[in-house]
């Protein structure tokens, strides 16, 4: 089987081709897919897409007329691919459910301290011989009211570090689980008064029509003045202008992203010598107490080694005729 791997990065080639040990012909391309690109996977029978490219129907038609039946998406979240209509095309779908919780809750921890202990600018004053502590105090995270929203697997794992720590936790969700409760002290309350409660509030939630900003001017208002967000889920569950706003008034005391939501065709790329476009992030970029990574909360080499593992699973499983695991439908 040919397989067309869009938007591949160096660090990962190297995964996938010891996963692949072989097996599939795998044709590596730089290019996200797109409606421009989207004619590099002809001659292939299956594609493998990451986060930021496009799995619209259009695409996906222009897919199925080139003889595509599969599409290993190499993340858990599937928000870029119309799961809907590739399941009317026939074609076959998969992602990664689970590749390195650790990753991204290990990362939304080290969000967290950086903000609050303000370790990048303390790095910069003493590497500009300035040792004043002036500017620098933060605070104990033992006793603070962490909310977090979608405690899943990575939640959880960001439950069970912040209890550690000494956190009060709450947290929302669909249905409560009863093993956060018991083990971490985990409470289960109402978004609203989850933004009303919490000093720091960290985002886990999947993007959809029920979740895109559920973080906007709204709620922030509703939110602890100083209140601390963080944000390593999706880019889109957060009204960017909003919590400029936000910033901007004081109501917000601290942001940290890993994620945007209009970061494709942005993040994963090197812009260092381009003429920034995007005025909005450009304005995000200028306050010093807005913390922004360009989407690595999974970039892990354990991370890279079970994706790499996981979308070589599902391709050779269907080039052998066999069903895979962590098939996407919907129904």
């Not at 928000?79 to 779908?93: C, W």
Request: hydrophobic fraction near 40%; include cysteine; proline fraction near 2%.
């Amino acid at each position: 089987m040919k397989v067309a791997i869009y938007s591949t990065r160096g660090y990962e080639r190297t995964y996938l081709e010891k996963s692949n040990n072989g097996q599939l012909d795998l044709l590596f391309l730089e290019e996200a897919l797109s409606s421009d690109t989207v004619s590099l996977a002809e001659g292939c029978e299956a594609v493998s897409i990451f986060t930021n490219d496009d799995g619209s129907a259009p695409i996906l038609e222009k897919l199925s007329k080139l003889g595509v039946k599969y599409i290993a998406i190499r993340a858990a979240g599937y928000d870029q691919t119309d799961i809907s209509k590739a399941n009317e095309l026939g074609i076959r779908v998969g992602n990664v459910p689970e590749y390195s919780p650790y990753s991204i809750a290990e990362h939304t921890i080290a969000m967290i301290q950086a903000l609050n202990r303000k370790i990048v600018l303390a790095d910069k004053k003493v590497k500009a011989y300035n040792f004043s502590l002036n500017d620098l105090i933060g605070y104990d995270l033992n006793g603070k009211t962490v909310g977090i929203v979608g405690l899943g697997k990575i939640g959880g794992i960001v439950a069970r570090i912040l209890n550690a720590f000494g956190c009060r936790l709450l947290g929302y969700d669909i249905e409560p689980n009863q093993e956060f409760i018991e083990k971490y002290g985990v409470s289960y309350v109402g978004l609203d008064e989850l933004c009303e409660q919490s000093d720091i509030i960290s985002l886990h939630a999947p993007l959809n029509e029920h979740t895109k900003y559920m973080i906007d001017k709204n709620r922030i208002a509703r939110m602890k003045k100083g209140v601390m967000i963080i944000n390593t889920g999706r880019g889109g569950l957060i009204n960017t202008q909003d919590a400029i706003d936000g910033l901007k008034s004081g109501q917000i005391g601290y942001l940290g992203l890993d994620v945007y939501e209009k970061e494709k065709g942005l993040f994963f790329y090197d812009h260092s010598d381009s003429i920034p476009q995007d005025d909005v992030f450009a304005r995000l970029l200028s306050f010093k107490n807005v913390l922004i990574t360009g989407h690595q909360a999974f970039l892990t080499s354990n991370a890279l080694e079970n994706i790499a593992d996981m979308t070589i699973y599902h391709l050779s499983s269907w080039s052998k005729g066999q069903k895979s695991k962590h098939e996407l439908t919907d129904f």
